[in-house]
């Protein structure tokens, strides 16, 4: 496994556009030097020549991702071709990115890559097109409350640490995998408003014949231990309820999760995880 460390990294990189702004500058580095800009929950590099070694590299973002494209500068109208209206009535189905558009991510704890191949022309346009406004988080998210005072913990905000868990960020993943390693630990980070007690609900999968683990889910000092439940497969998420904490009000919270015991060849695979106030 390949893991690419680039410097100069800032702390955390934010941009919300509202409808019909201009694509702002996200300073994200990357293998190619390229330009960078977000554009609602599109991240864009502007590619002048091909990468070296053909693959552009750049830190993971807190962003699942459902496509990932290219398209020729300036871009036109017909980039994309439009959907036509179907026979008898008004609708007009998704645009939709020809297929030899198409680019496959790949990830590693730290670093994502695009392989750029042949059929891509300079300048160029490589998109990511994400689920939410792009977020590069690498110290990490602060998680606060919902108006029904729940705090969700989702894949996207994990901080890994060790030598193989990392987050997944294609849609049919979306999750913290590849916990092979029982070394490896997960965090997540949040606030409290007000001191209280949470019920905390994980949404793990775990393969067939591959439950059993024992891990530990901890803020502090206190702590729950939860034995993985095995739902079939590793990509088959059930909701279940760990246990409760009591916690102080805090600005910063660091829950981690730890292995305490593998049983299989991987601990479990976890989306999300869901602080419900006791009292709900």
């Avoid at 092979?180 to 393969?207: K, R």
């Avoid at 206190?222 to 034995?227: F, G, I, Q």
């Avoid at 305490?260 to 999300?272: F, P, S, Y």
Wanted: with cysteine.
């Amino acid at each position: 496994m390949v893991r690419v460390t680039f410097l100069g990294v800032c702390g955390l990189a934010f941009v919300s556009l509202a409808c019909g702004a201009e694509p702002a500058a996200f300073p994200l580095p990357n293998s190619a030097d390229a330009a960078c800009h977000a554009d609602g929950n599109s991240l864009r590099f502007e590619l002048r020549a091909a990468p070296p070694d053909g693959v552009l590299r750049f830190p993971r973002l807190n962003n699942v991702v459902l496509e990932a494209s290219w398209a020729p500068l300036p871009q036109t109208d017909d980039a994309v071709p439009a959907g036509k209206p179907l026979p008898g009535h008004g609708y007009r189905p998704p645009q939709l990115t020809p297929p030899d558009r198409l680019l496959a991510l790949k990830q590693t704890p730290e670093t994502w890559s695009l392989a750029i191949g042949d059929q891509v022309t300079y300048p160029a346009a490589i998109i990511l097109r994400l689920a939410s406004p792009p977020l590069h988080a690498p110290e990490g998210h602060i998680c606060t409350a919902a108006e029904d005072r729940a705090i969700t913990l989702p894949a996207r905000h994990a901080i890994v640490s060790g030598e193989k868990l990392q987050f997944e960020p294609l849609p049919h993943k979306n999750t913290v995998g590849y916990w092979v390693n029982p070394g490896d630990h997960v965090e997540w980070l949040f606030a409290t408003a007000a001191a209280g007690s949470w019920d905390v609900h994980v949404l793990q999968g775990c393969g067939s014949g591959q439950g059993g683990s024992h891990v530990a889910f901890s803020v502090g000092d206190a702590s729950l231990e939860y034995v993985v439940a095995d739902t079939g497969h590793f990509q088959n998420f059930r909701w279940h309820r760990v246990g409760t904490l009591d916690l102080p009000q805090a600005d910063r919270h660091v829950l981690r999760v730890s292995c305490l015991e593998k049983a299989g060849n991987a601990v479990m695979d976890i989306r999300q995880i869901r602080l419900v106030p006791h009292d709900n």
